[in-house]
């Protein structure tokens, strides 16, 4: 053990105040998760992991050691993760994207290192992969790129090793090239974050503005040129009274392209691009809804540089209708599209998207659709900027045009201050149109003792945006939101959050107010599992009447033992029946999710979902509404797996 650590502790280099500098190799390592070349023994390395979840600055409960190198092609690093129960170090033969259960170590990357936005290179102790992109406080897990990944399970702990070609990264077009890294390491049995360099308390979360600079020279600037084909064939069937008739039996061909104008521009294209490739949206409750269900973007070309759509002010409390002003989804059929994204020097950022959509409607004159988006942010200082947008649809007899600014600026170490105003302007096929805005300013602080988040929101009623995911307008919010953070000194609750919301929304339409408020306790105990329970008082304006909205919900999950994960909610709620006539009732939904996981390439992922409506006055039934989907996977090796998934809707009476 001593002469392990010593192989490993040799080379170390502690860098506190000036860059980073990896080592550049004349000799590629082979990525194979075993540390043993010589081109590891002598490259930079850095050490002294500390955590920043539960708690901020302990010292990591287990030693890592990362590593940094590279050549003109590649990006190269290695962790030498040490466990002192390596028995109990939890991982999976998975497929791509699913191994956040898992322990875990990650490469944060700020590829142009001008703290807006980084690239994250997840690895678990098997070498399966996992990546995002991160921009304006959103995490993007539905990007994929291409990189390459391998680990090993040893006596005292495991080891992985990470090749990321630069033909997959943007980077500034320089020499030397500026990036800034934020080694991280997953710990699933003790729910322990840490990472390299040390987060400071009193900044709390905020990432991007406390990575590590990293000198690169000399390295290869790409033209990339890419090409990503696709064939499909569907036969679809339907029953017609009693006898199972086909309506479709057709095949489709798609083409994505991609070509690097240079490390900082990239350009892209498609023709027919569609989801038959992606698994199948998972069922959700579809009933009694205000406002549309939302589904994810899945298909490659709308994924390219999405996080640069990212808005300030959108998204700020779990009431807020604007959760996003460009949601691809809403480009239901294009028939094809071009897309432009990336840097135009050091602070300018750019992405601009058009798309033709076959909208499939049953007015021949709105039978297509065109999609014009165009996004522009400038880099102030630290992870400030601020940015213009536009977004629009036109089709023959109308049009949804939008047009606004946003920013964010750090105010303090530990705080930010967002806003967006943003206005809307729709037309119709008898030449009326309609005008709209938005207007939103938000404060929030995170530091190790106490998070707050205070906000202003203004909707107007006319208010459309045909490209975003907009759940209600004619509304202004005044929200709040407290969270001071206790650590218990003892060995069984490592943090307690107690949590307040308070939010006061005027309904334009009625000129009336409603309020949803609540409190919150969240415990993390026994170093895997949270239990949080939340009581809410709150009120709700629809069709002109305020109906009483509050309740009780409970959860409660974590990793049980090291093969089965688990999670369990619980909410018994007053609610509203959407109906042209409404009437109060009383919901009630358990929502569960098992992981079980017998051996490394097996795994089962089920999830059940209840939901039910009791109608106040007479105490009926209104509805009762179960789903359960059960997903099996046998994960052959890291590049092939067989999958089967079956899903019971019982409301629906659909297998």
């Known amino acids: 053990m001593k002469k392990t650590l010593m192989f490993f502790l040799l080379p170390i280099i502690l860098i506190s105040g000036e ?7 004349s000799t590629p390592p082979v990525i194979d998760g075993k540390l043993e070349e010589n081109e590891w023994k002598n490259v930079l390395s850095v050490t002294n992991f500390k955590t920043f979840s539960p ?3 302990k010292p990591g409960s287990q ?6 190198a590279y050549d003109k092609e590649n990006l190269y690093f290695a962790f030498r993760c040490f466990d002192s129960e390596p028995e109990k170090i939890k991982t999976s033969v998975n497929s791509r994207d699913n191994i956040r259960p898992d322990d875990w170590v990650c490469i944060n990357l700020d590829s142009f290192y001008d703290q807006q936005s980084l690239y ?5 102790p098997n070498g399966i992969q996992t990546d995002s992109r991160y921009s304006a406080g959103i995490e993007d897990f539905s990007v994929d790129f291409v990189w390459y990944s391998a680990g090993q399970i040893l006596s005292d702990g495991y080891s992985v090793e990470i090749s990321i070609p630069l033909k997959s990264i943007r980077y500034s077009d320089a020499n030397p090239v500026t990036m800034s890294i934020f080694f991280e390491r997953y710990i699933s049995r003790l729910i322990e974050h840490s990472s390299y360099p040390e987060l400071d308390p009193e900044k709390g979360m905020a990432f991007l503005v406390q990575m590590k600079p990293m000198e690169y020279f000399d390295l290869e600037h ?9 064939v499909t064939y569907s036969n679809k069937s339907a029953l017609v009274k009693n006898d199972l008739e086909n309506y479709e039996n057709k095949g489709n061909f798609s083409l994505t392209a991609k070509y690097g104008i240079n490390s900082d521009l990239t350009l892209d294209g498609t023709y027919n691009p569609d989801f038959s490739q992606i698994e199948a949206d998972a069922g959700q409750v579809d009933v009694n809804l205000r406002y549309a269900l939302y589904y994810p973007e899945k298909r490659p070309f709308f994924l390219e540089g999405s996080e640069i759509f990212n808005l300030a002010g959108t998204s700020t409390s779990e009431i807020d209708p604007l959760v996003s002003l460009v949601h691809t989804r809403t480009i239901v059929n294009p028939i094809s599209g071009i897309k432009l994204s990336g840097k135009i020097g050091n602070k300018n950022t750019l992405a601009a998207l058009y798309a033709y959509d076959d909208s499939q409607q049953t007015n021949s004159a709105d039978e297509y659709s065109h999609f014009p988006v165009l996004r522009y942010k400038r880099t ?4 400030s900027y601020i940015g213009g947008i ?13 047009a606004g600014i946003d920013g964010i600026i750090r105010t303090s170490e530990s705080s930010t201050l967002e806003w967006n105003g943003i206005f809307s302007s729709t037309g119709y096929k008898n030449n009326s149109s309609t005008n709209g805005s938005i207007f939103t300013l938000r404060h929030n602080m995170d530091s190790r003792n106490l998070y707050y988040d205070f906000s202003l929101k203004n909707i107007s009623e006319n208010f459309f945006a045909e490209t975003g995911y907009l759940t209600r307008t004619g509304v202004l919010i005044l929200a709040g939101l407290v969270r001071p953070k206790i650590y218990p000194a003892n060995s069984f609750i490592s943090r307690i959050d107690i949590e307040t919301f308070s939010a006061q929304i005027n309904d334009k339409p009625s000129s009336s107010w409603e309020t949803y408020n609540y409190a919150s306790v969240q415990s993390f105990m026994f170093g895997s599992l949270t239990a949080k329970i939340k009581l809410i008082y709150a009120t709700e304006i629809f069709s002109n009447q305020k109906f009483n909205t509050g309740g009780i919900l409970a959860s409660f999950g974590g990793q049980l033992t090291k093969r089965f994960n688990f999670s369990l909610s619980y909410r018994n709620m007053q609610a509203i029946y959407y109906s042209s006539s409404p009437y109060q009732g009383i919901m009630n939904r358990v929502s569960a999710t098992m992981i079980y996981r017998p051996i490394q390439n097996l795994e089962s992922y089920t999830t059940f979902t209840y939901s039910n409506f009791i109608r106040s006055s007479d105490k009926e039934l209104v509805y009762d509404y179960p789903i359960i989907r059960e997903r099996l996977t046998y994960q052959l090796n890291k ?13 629906k009476q659909q297998l």
Do not use: H
């Open 63 to 68: 030693n890592t050691i990362a590593y940094a």
């Open 222 to 230: 790409y033209t990339l040129f890419e090409l990503l084909p696709a």
């Open 120 to 124: 994250a290179f997840y690895v678990n």
């Open 639 to 651: 590049y092939l797996f067989f999958r089967g998934i079956t899903e019971y809707n019982k409301f």
């Open 390 to 402: 536009y977004t629009g649809k036109e089709t023959a007899n109308q049009f949804n045009r939008v």
């Open 19 to 25: 860059s980073l500098k990896p080592t550049r190799l």
């Open 55 to 57: 708690d901020f600055g």
């Open 380 to 383: 102030l200082f630290d992870d």
